[in-house]
T-cell receptor, first 114, second 116 residues
Framework: GENVEQHPSTLSVQEGDSAVIKCTYS??????FPWYKQELGKRPQLIID?????GEKKDQRIAVTLNKTAKHFSLHITETQPEDSAVYFC?????????????FGTGTRLQVTL | GAVVSQHPSRVICKSGTSVKIECRSL??????MFWYRQFPKQSLMLMAT?????????EQGVEKDKFLINHASLTLSTLTVTSAHPEDSSFYIC????????????FGQGTRLTVV
């Protein structure tokens, strides 16, 4: 089955700096890669996603890049703010309808300091 | 976006008792729902895929007789933790996608189970 690795496990940046989180996946058939933000005790919230037919996607301060050949994808957050502090999870899936399973990475705890 | 509601949000039970957790899709129908378990400071681990009108599909290492899943309608899936033990204490979260509604998976708010 799919295996997703995520690094780093913790990341501390100063407000205004950029943060980068990296993930690798094992199944070359995976074609959908979402990123979720989870605050303590809350549900995961989708912040951005990318399909395998696209190399990069951006939404305001957040961007995701995908390298299919190397089987890795990254989340980039620019101009970080204290409210960006949370745990971020990457995931991978072979999209084939609503029954497609997501395999999550181990998570990155991002701390944005003032 | 679509709303997935989970109940209860917190439950404390005694060892040996059973606990039922409900997952509802409020504004859409979900033929498939997913149940995850999340230990403190760890990732979401898929336990099982709940299929409306048929048996759930369990991930390797998950005891189907301990974690009973019922998906009797297109908007409700339930997870029952039977004969709970302290090691079952965890955060349980369900998710679902909207049929024909794209790729996004929507999550319930989670249930914090504490077994004492």
């Amino acid at each position: 089955g799919e295996n997703v690795e995520q690094h780093p496990s913790t990341l501390s940046v100063q407000e205004g700096d950029s943060a980068v989180i990296k993930c690798t996946y094992s199944d070359s058939a995976s074609n959908y890669f979402p990123w979720y933000k989870q605050e303590l005790g809350k549900r995961p919230q989708l912040i951005i996603d990318i399909r395998s037919n696209v190399g990069e996607k951006k939404d305001q301060r957040i961007a995701v890049t995908l390298n299919k050949t190397a089987k890795h994808f990254s989340l980039h957050i620019t101009e970080t703010q204290p409210e960006d502090s949370a745990v971020y999870f990457c995931a991978a899936s072979i999209m084939a309808g609503t029954a497609s399973k997501l395999t999550f990475g181990t998570g990155t705890r991002l701390q944005v300091t003032l | 976006g679509a709303v997935v509601s989970q109940h209860p949000s917190r439950v404390i039970c005694k060892s040996g008792t059973s606990v039922k957790i409900e997952c509802r899709s409020l504004d859409f129908q979900a033929t498939t729902m997913f149940w995850y378990r999340q230990f403190p400071k760890q990732s979401l681990m898929l336990m099982a895929t709940s299929n409306e009108g048929s048996k759930a599909t369990y991930e390797q290492g998950v005891e189907k007789d301990k974690f009973l899943i019922n998906h009797a309608s297109l908007t409700l899936s339930t997870l029952t933790v039977t004969s709970a033990h302290p090691e079952d204490s965890s955060f349980y979260i369900c998710s679902a996608r909207v049929s024909g509604g794209g790729t996004e998976a929507f999550f319930g708010q989670g249930t914090r189970l504490t077994v004492v």
